[in-house]
């Protein structure tokens, strides 16, 4: 999931044998800024609930949230955020946490790649014609391929390297995140 308060990012990947993955469904949760705040946390609860009911996900890996150039959309981002969180575990659906950097590692090799990089390989990846629409749902599906693709290394916390040079990428972006903490 990658958190918004006007559109909340939502894609169902399945992993399939041989480091593949199948997008099952994607999309958005939408409000609109002209309503309240408490309405907007309202109606993306509604929506991840419609959409946890239907899919029934292993676990939900959704965007660490971070003081990013518009301090101003942290906390509402982290309220959705929170939202989800909640909605899986009143489920005992396990969440995971990824940073940008982590993602865009995991799909692109590189913790610094743009979003149109992101976007084409989640749909390489996913054997699409395109990325999913809008964005949103694309950096969702991002997430998911991520989490899919997490090192059991580092996931297990065993002391094994990663062997492929994006998996090193990506316990570099990992390892930096931590730090910042």
Do not use: Y
């Amino acid at each position: 999931m990658d958190p918004g308060l006007t559109r909340c990012g939502i894609a169902v990947v399945e992993d399939r044998p041989g480091r593949r993955a199948e997008l099952i469904a994607a999309g958005v949760v939408r409000t609109h800024p002209d309503q309240a705040l408490d309405e907007r946390l309202a109606a993306i609860a509604d929506g991840l609930d419609e959409w946890f009911d239907a899919h029934i996900p292993d676990v939900l890996a959704v965007e660490r949230v971070f003081a990013q150039h518009n301090v101003s959309t942290v906390i509402p981002t982290a309220q959705v955020a929170g939202l989800a969180m909640v909605a899986a575990r009143r489920r005992k659906v396990p969440v995971a946490q990824h940073t940008p950097s982590e993602v865009k590692a995991a799909v692109t090799g590189s913790g610094r790649a743009g979003k149109e990089q992101v976007q084409f390989m989640v749909a390489r990846i996913l054997g699409l014609a395109e990325a999913p629409k809008p964005a949103d749902a694309a950096d969702a599906a991002a997430l998911a391929v991520c989490h899919l693709w997490r090192p059991a290394g580092l996931l297990e916390g065993a002391d094994r390297l990663p062997h492929t040079a994006a998996q090193r990428a990506w316990a570099a972006a990992e390892q930096a995140a931590r730090r910042k903490r």
